[in-house]
């Protein structure tokens, strides 16, 4: 007589093991990932670092302004990195931020012009605007992407510019933003800070408006501690970038005066924003790893997405379809409903202790930011004025909704293996199916 047992079932998908009464670390449970599995850090420095460092500390250039020798990492790094956006011109900077205010200085604007903003984006998007002598008026975002779209632009401001910010791993539909702007007058920055090599419809972010920003900040994909660039292939922009972050100075086209590379142009009085020969040549080596990089998180994210497909509550935040290939600055996952009694913020914390990796929620919106108060430098208050009168009797929900119900974490997390993905998906189920 045969046997009866019948054949064992398929384990199921990581995201879907734990029971709803699996008690969660953060209360005293049993964490999901052992406490001696490593995250991948972050920065990684690439193979090239220490060598271009020490090429530098070596040689007798360290800065752009000194005499004219060895050629310079910053033209290198402008160089190469104007070829990965695919754009005629790269000024390197010393901070994103300062990529920020020498573009919307570039533009050519009038003191106090309105800019329309993101209300969901670091503080930089608006502060920028303020330092460069203009006034943000923040708009509410798309609550699917998190990012400005046309609809949520009001041009009835008056704005003469767009600040399009890419947000977490998605793209602003910048052109049709463009499209929207040029109806209204209007001109298009890309803030991309947290979008190095991610492409639309097969075109680089940074290379979709007039001028694109960067930071190279130590969180960022591609980092030197510190940094930034402003990449454009208007020519008449790019030489007054180049006067504006080098104290009204540009590159010589001609034989270099008193052994420097720069010449006194000053069609535009600028400021120092220079980055270092350290920063350009360290950024030289991480450019170069850059991609390899993107492979790797890329190819996790597609896990991740499938391994939470279908687990109750839970989607990851998604790209348009026209963003062809993604750049992830941090993951941003949508607890919708939130579990029973719990916060986003309560969730990231309960997510911190399963995995032994930080998740957090969003900033606030830049509308109730504590950061941004231009009324406390007397240098901004007249500006700061307009901006307090242009925000009154605006609401910015969708902004809202996403800091009240997305939970993030740095791309580092994803920079790992398979495994490393599993446990991040069993975390998320066995969190967003918590019941008190």
């Not at 046997?3 to 009464?21: I, L």
């Not at 969660?24 to 490593?38: M, S, T």
């Amino acid at each position: 007589m045969g046997s009866s047992t019948q054949p064992a079932a398929a384990d199921p998908p990581a995201a879907r093991r734990h029971a709803t009464t699996a008690r969660l670390a953060v209360n005293g449970g049993v964490p999901v990932r052992a406490r001696d599995r490593r995250w991948p850090a972050w920065p990684v420095p690439g193979p090239e670092a220490a060598d271009l460092l020490a090429a530098v500390l070596r040689g007798d250039r360290w800065a752009i302004t000194s005499p004219a020798g060895t050629a310079l990492f910053e033209r290198r790094f402008a160089r190469e990195f104007a070829e990965y956006v695919r754009v005629r011109h790269c000024v390197p900077v010393d901070h994103g931020s300062s990529a920020l205010v020498v573009a919307l200085e570039a533009l050519g604007l009038d003191h106090g012009d309105l800019v329309l903003v993101p209300s969901l984006t670091w503080v930089a998007s608006a502060s920028a605007v303020l330092r460069a002598g203009l006034v943000p008026v923040l708009m509410d975002v798309d609550p699917a992407t998190g990012c400005v779209s046309p609809e949520h632009l009001d041009f009835q401001t008056g704005a003469r510019a767009v600040l399009a910010v890419h947000w977490a791993c998605v793209m602003a539909d910048i052109p049709a933003i463009s499209a929207a702007a040029a109806e209204h007058g209007a001109v298009v920055v890309e803030d991309a800070a947290q979008a190095h090599g991610a492409e639309w419809l097969g075109k680089p972010a940074g290379s979709l408006a007039l001028a694109g920003c960067f930071s190279m900040q130590q969180s960022k994909v591609l980092t030197a501690g510190e940094g930034g660039a402003v990449v454009t292939d208007d020519d008449r922009l790019a030489a007054r970038l180049e006067e504006l972050r080098a104290d009204s100075r540009r590159y010589t086209t001609g034989d270099a005066p008193q052994g420097l590379e720069l010449e006194e142009s000053a069609s535009m009085m600028g400021a120092n924003f220079c980055l270092s020969e350290f920063g350009a040549a360290l950024l030289c080596g991480q450019l170069a790893v850059l991609d390899e990089q993107h492979d790797v998180r890329n190819r996790n994210y597609e896990v991740l997405s499938g391994l939470l497909d279908g687990v109750p509550g839970v989607r990851l935040l998604r790209h348009r379809a026209e963003q062809n290939r993604l750049s992830i600055y941090e993951l941003p996952i949508i607890f919708d409903p939130l579990p029973d009694c719990m916060t986003n913020a309560e969730v990231a914390d309960a997510l911190t202790a399963e995995l032994a990796v930080r998740f957090y929620p969003p900033r606030e919106p830049l509308s109730r930011s504590r950061l941004l108060r231009p009324w406390t430098k007397p240098t901004l208050r007249p500006l700061a004025e307009r901006f307090v009168d242009e925000q009154r009797g605006r609401r910015y929900p969708n902004a809202e909704y996403l800091v009240r119900h997305a939970v993030l974490t740095h791309h580092s997390a994803l920079l790992g293996t398979e495994r490393d993905v599993a446990d991040i998906a069993e975390a998320v189920a066995k969190v967003a199916s918590h019941r008190p």
